[in-house]
């Protein structure tokens, strides 16, 4: 079982629909979690951050995080063509507070995202 | 966030040859991550480089084939060694800032040929 799972995709959107992004991790005692988004050729580029269960939510972006379930999600809404990328999901043992970038991420394999005009 | 340098952007090297990649970040940091994105991949862990003290290499990376250096807060250094095509990748290197995530250099694109 691989530590972190996505669906490689590719998942694709109308334009101005909600995109829906999923990631399962194996880890019980991961305690925080990452959504980066990798534009082709580029490195990637922290979106989104969640700590506790429940919804996060920063502008068309919404964080999903069920640790009972093990499970992490990004949705986002009123999809745009620039969205189209390659969504990783990177989780962390650590709490990021008390961790302060000392323990390393385990990335997913990513979905990569096609938003359509 | 902090913000990395990391150079060179892209490189072209014979198989043998070595390729030492930079990176440089503005601010002190305790742990610097380096990472491995083979092609339609994603990343995989090398190393994590602690100043001061040898890196922690994860399974399948070893120091001889990836020499890292962290000689003081800001700067690190890996090496790739003895290069063979299949170390054809992006090289990245990253650090942690507590609640503001991970952040990533722009990135090493090795061809070996």
């Known amino acids: 079982q691989k530590e972190v799972e996505q669906n490689s995709g590719p998942l694709s959107v109308p334009e101005g629909a909600i995109a829906s992004l999923n990631c399962t991790y194996s880890d019980r005692v991961s305690q925080s979690f990452f959504w980066y988004r990798q534009y082709s050729g580029k490195s990637p580029e922290l979106i989104m951050s969640i700590y506790s269960n429940g919804d996060k939510e920063d502008g068309r972006f919404t964080a999903q995080l069920n640790k009972a379930s093990q499970y992490v999600s990004l949705l986002i809404r009123d999809s745009q063509p620039s969205d189209s990328a390659t969504y990783l999901c990177?989780?962390?043992?650590?709490?990021?507070?008390?961790?302060?970038?000392?323990?390393?991420?385990?990335f997913g394999t990513g979905t990569q995202l096609k938003v359509e005009l | 966030s902090a913000v990395i340098s990391q150079k060179p952007s892209r490189d072209i090297c014979q198989r043998g040859t070595s390729l030492t990649i930079q990176c440089q970040v503005d601010?002190?940091?305790?742990?610097m991550f380096w990472y491995r994105q083979q092609p339609g991949q994603s990343l995989t862990l090398i190393a994590t480089a602690n100043q001061g003290s040898e890196a922690t290499y994860e399974s399948g990376f070893v120091i001889d084939k990836f020499p890292i250096s962290r000689p003081n807060l800001t700067f690190s250094t890996l090496t790739v060694s003895n290069l063979s095509p299949e170390d054809s990748s992006i090289y990245l290197c990253?650090?942690?800032?507590?609640?503001?995530?991970?952040?990533f250099g722009s990135g090493t694109r090795l061809t070996v040929v």
């Open positions: 990177a989780v962390n043992r650590g709490p990021a507070i008390l961790t302060g970038g000392g323990n390393k991420l385990t």
């Open positions: 601010s002190q940091v305790t742990m």
């Open positions: 990253s650090v942690g800032q507590g609640d503001s995530g991970y952040t």
